[in-house]
């Protein structure tokens, strides 16, 4: 299977919508789970609050990511932008730093049904991770799901620690059953 990888452009929405189904890619997160305000609860958002949110980031290219295809088929998403836009993210105690601002994430895949395991996060991360450099970007960060044991799918929409690993990415934090990963340039 071929696979190739773009760039999200405003004009990607619809691939994206294509991709992430009337459910929102997972329970309706639209990749919006990371991007949540403190004072905001995720169930009064899933959904259609938080498609209509990601629309309006992607289309006023506020939101970054990767697209991958075969052939003319979207089949897989990668998420990347400023660790501080992912707010979620940036106050997780689990996940501190001390030089946040600086930092751009790689905290979400999402893989098509029947296009899993077959290379598809890692043309994602590669893409990304390219692309990141290509803007002058000096720190990248993951969040690969600690595989203690075998999980849905669902459960692995952060990444493997052996897919961001063959990325060239270090551990560099462990703590609270989670991890955090880098690639610095």
Not at 116 to 121: N, Y
Request: charged letters at 30%; proline letters at 3%; one cysteine or more.
């Amino acid at each position: 299977m071929k696979i190739t990888t773009v760039d999200v452009t405003p004009d990607s929405w619809k691939y994206i919508e294509e991709l992430f189904g009337s459910n929102g890619a997972c329970g309706g997160c639209w990749c919006m789970s990371w991007r949540i305000a403190k004072n905001e609860k995720w169930n009064d958002i899933k959904g259609v609050e938080a498609k209509k949110r990601f629309k309006q980031l992607i289309t006023s290219e506020k939101a970054h990511g990767t697209l991958a295809f075969s052939g003319d088929e979207v089949i897989g998403w990668c998420s990347f932008d400023k660790r501080i836009d992912y707010l979620k993210l940036d106050r997780a105690p689990s996940l501190k730093c001390d030089d946040s601002e600086k930092v751009w994430s790689i905290p979400c895949f999402f893989i098509k049904k029947g296009f899993r395991e077959k290379g598809v996060a890692a043309a994602l991360l590669k893409h990304s991770v390219k692309t990141l450099k290509l803007q002058g970007v000096k720190i990248i960060e993951g969040y690969p799901v600690k595989l203690e044991k075998e999980l849905p799918a669902a459960f692995v929409w952060t990444g493997t620690l052996s897919l961001f690993e063959k990325a060239g990415f270090k551990i560099v934090s462990e703590k609270k059953g989670k991890q955090r990963v880098r690639k610095i340039y």
